[in-house]
């Protein structure tokens, strides 16, 4: 099925991911807001041997492209708190401060999180044996600065995406949920509960 196929009722989800990598949780919901969509969520744990926690919330446009993303929490005892905006000329900033190296991209990444890469899996909606490049304004993690993503996505089937990112060295299979969360991220990450 193609995501475009999908019912109001089922743009209402939630998901809880293990960490496979470091000690960690996250919890997600995406819901329908303000003529788009918005996923928040919440990740816990641990990065350099300290305890963190970060909220997040990305704001999309009716076709998954990212209008605002938010991000507060913090590392250790450091506080953290993020505010970045994808203006209609596409330009980026980050904490008021305009990112060149992103400009023109659709997308934010945040590199702690799973759930963003929904945006890109409902943006593109291939169909079965289609492929696109689908680069992305990265948030940079711990450094927190944004960088330009190179990331690939071929669908495999209906529940399956071939991902590459060659910044990280990573090429693995993406088992994906009817909505589109990533439910199975080889080495990072691995869905422990699902709704909607």
Known sequence: ???????????TASILWRRLDLEGHD???????????SLEGQAIFIQDGQPC???????????WRTRAAQVDGFLGTREL?????????????????VQRDVAGLADVDLGFTPASNLLAIRQFDLGIGEATPAPAAYLTFPE?????????Y???????????????????????????????????????????
Not at 3 to 10: I, L
Not at 27 to 37: I, R, V
Not at 178 to 183: A, K, M, S, T, Y
């Open 144 to 152: 927190l600065k944004l960088a330009r993503l190179e990331q690939s």
């Open 53 to 63: 926690c970060l909220a997040y919330k990305l704001d999309c446009d009716a076709g």
């Open 154 to 196: 071929r669908r495999l089937d209906e529940a399956r995406y071939a991902y590459v990112a060659p910044m990280f060295g990573y090429d693995g299979v993406l088992q994906v949920s009817p909505c589109g969360f990533v439910v199975d991220y080889p080495g990072l990450w691995a869905s422990s509960a699902a709704s909607g």
């Open 81 to 97: 708190h993020y505010a970045i905006e994808r203006g209609s000329d596409g330009r980026w900033t980050l904490n008021g401060e």
């Open 27 to 37: 919890a997600c919901l995406l819901s329908p807001n303000d003529g788009g969509h």
């Open 1 to 11: 099925m193609k995501f475009e196929e999908m019912t109001m009722k089922e743009e």
